[in-house]
C-alpha cells in the first residue's frame, strides 16, 4: 500500500506510520517510510535540526521543493510506501506561518505546482495509492500537545481550528481524492492500535488483491521463519 498521511500536527501521522512499518515488517514484507517533510526534518541529528531552522529561507524552500519533488518517484517505486505531509503540509504551514519570524517555515513557497506532483503520481497508474486525512477534535490536538510538547513545534495553540480546515481545503484540492483514493480517520479518544485497526479496514477497498491475502495470512508470536513444505507456504516460530 503506498500512503501519504496528512493532517495537522499531533493527529497521529507519526505515530500510526510507525505501527504500520512494524505491522508490515512483522509480515516480511519490505518498507520505505518518509516522515521527514516537516520542518525541521525530524531524521536530522539534533545539531542539524537546529542548523535547519536557522537556514535562510530560500534555502528552505530549495531543499523542500527538490525532496517533495524527488518523493514522486519514491512513491511509484517502492511497494510499501509511508510518507507523511508531502506537499500539502508544506502548502499549509507556509501559508498559515510563513511570515511569522518565529516560525521555521517560509513564505515564498512554489504552490503553483502541488497538482503536478500528484499528475506524475496518477500517470502511473498505480492500483494502491491511499491518502489517509488525520484529524483529531480541537481538544485532543491541545491535550496531545500539552502532554508530549515537540522539540520544534509547528503549530500555535489559537490556529487547531482554523488549521484543521486548511488540510481539510487542501486535502479536497488533491487528485488523489476526486479519484476516491482517500481515507478520513479521526483518532481522538482511540489508542494508537484502535487506529491502526480503523486505517487497515477503510483501507481495504483501495489496496490490491495480494494486500488482502496477505493480510489475512496468520503469523506467530515473536520471531519466526518462512518455510515451504510440499509446496506449502507455512511459518515456523525462531527459538
Given at each position: 500500500?503506498?500512503?501519504?498521511?496528512?493532517?495537522?500536527?499531533?493527529?497521529g501521522k507519526t505515530?500510526?506510520?510507525q505501527l504500520l512499518?512494524?505491522?508490515?515488517?512483522?509480515?516480511?514484507?519490505?518498507?520505505?517510510?518518509?516522515?521527514?517533510?516537516?520542518?525541521?526534518?525530524?531524521?536530522?541529528?539534533?545539531?542539524?535540526?537546529?542548523?535547519?531552522?536557522?537556514?535562510?529561507?530560500?534555502?528552505?524552500?530549495?531543499?523542500?521543493?527538490?525532496?517533495?519533488?524527488?518523493?514522486?518517484?519514491?512513491?511509484?517505486?517502492?511497494?510499501?510506501?509511508?510518507?507523511?505531509?508531502?506537499?500539502?503540509?508544506?502548502?499549509?504551514?507556509?501559508?498559515?506561518?510563513?511570515?511569522?519570524?518565529?516560525?521555521?517555515?517560509?513564505?515564498?513557497?512554489?504552490?503553483?505546482?502541488?497538482?503536478?506532483?500528484?499528475?506524475?503520481?496518477?500517470?502511473?497508474?498505480?492500483?494502491?495509492?491511499?491518502?489517509?486525512?488525520?484529524?483529531?477534535?480541537?481538544?485532543?490536538?491541545?491535550?496531545?500537545?500539552?502532554?508530549?510538547?515537540?522539540?520544534?513545534?509547528?503549530?500555535?495553540?489559537?490556529?487547531?481550528?482554523?488549521?484543521?480546515?486548511?488540510?481539510?481545503?487542501?486535502?479536497?484540492?488533491?487528485?488523489?481524492?476526486?479519484?476516491?483514493?482517500?481515507?478520513?480517520?479521526?483518532?481522538?479518544?482511540?489508542?494508537?492500535?484502535?487506529?491502526?485497526?480503523?486505517?487497515?479496514?477503510?483501507?481495504?477497498?483501495?489496496?490490491?488483491?495480494?494486500?488482502?491475502?496477505?493480510?489475512?495470512?496468520?503469523?506467530?508470536?515473536?520471531?519466526?521463519?518462512?518455510?515451504?513444505?510440499?509446496?506449502?507456504?507455512?511459518?515456523?516460530?525462531?527459538?
Amino acid at each position: 500500500m503506498r500512503t501519504i498521511f496528512v493532517g495537522i500536527e499531533y493527529a497521529g501521522k507519526t505515530t500510526l506510520i510507525q505501527l504500520l512499518t512494524e505491522y508490515y515488517r512483522r509480515r516480511q514484507q519490505r518498507v520505505h517510510g518518509d516522515d521527514h517533510f516537516t520542518i525541521p526534518d525530524s531524521t536530522l541529528s539534533p545539531e542539524s535540526r537546529q542548523l535547519m531552522v536557522g537556514f535562510p529561507r530560500d534555502v528552505k524552500e530549495r531543499m523542500q521543493r527538490m525532496q517533495i519533488h524527488y518523493h514522486v518517484e519514491v512513491i511509484k517505486n517502492y511497494a510499501n510506501t509511508l510518507i507523511s505531509g508531502w506537499h500539502m503540509e508544506e502548502a499549509v504551514y507556509s501559508a498559515a506561518y510563513g511570515d511569522d519570524p518565529d516560525n521555521p517555515y517560509y513564505a515564498n513557497y512554489g504552490y503553483g505546482h502541488q497538482r503536478l506532483y500528484e499528475t506524475m503520481v496518477l500517470e502511473q497508474r498505480l492500483p494502491d495509492i491511499v491518502l489517509i486525512h488525520l484529524t483529531a477534535s480541537d481538544e485532543a490536538i491541545r491535550e496531545r500537545m500539552s502532554a508530549e510538547p515537540h522539540e520544534f513545534q509547528i503549530i500555535k495553540e489559537k490556529d487547531i481550528a482554523q488549521l484543521k480546515d486548511q488540510f481539510s481545503e487542501e486535502i479536497d484540492k488533491c487528485l488523489f481524492t476526486h479519484k476516491g483514493r482517500k481515507i478520513d480517520l479521526d483518532t481522538t479518544g482511540k489508542t494508537p492500535a484502535e487506529s491502526l485497526d480503523e486505517l487497515l479496514l477503510l483501507s481495504e477497498p483501495l489496496v490490491t488483491a495480494g494486500e488482502v491475502a496477505m493480510r489475512a495470512l496468520p503469523i506467530p508470536d515473536g520471531e519466526y521463519a518462512v518455510v515451504y513444505e510440499n509446496g506449502v507456504r507455512k511459518t515456523r516460530p525462531v527459538s
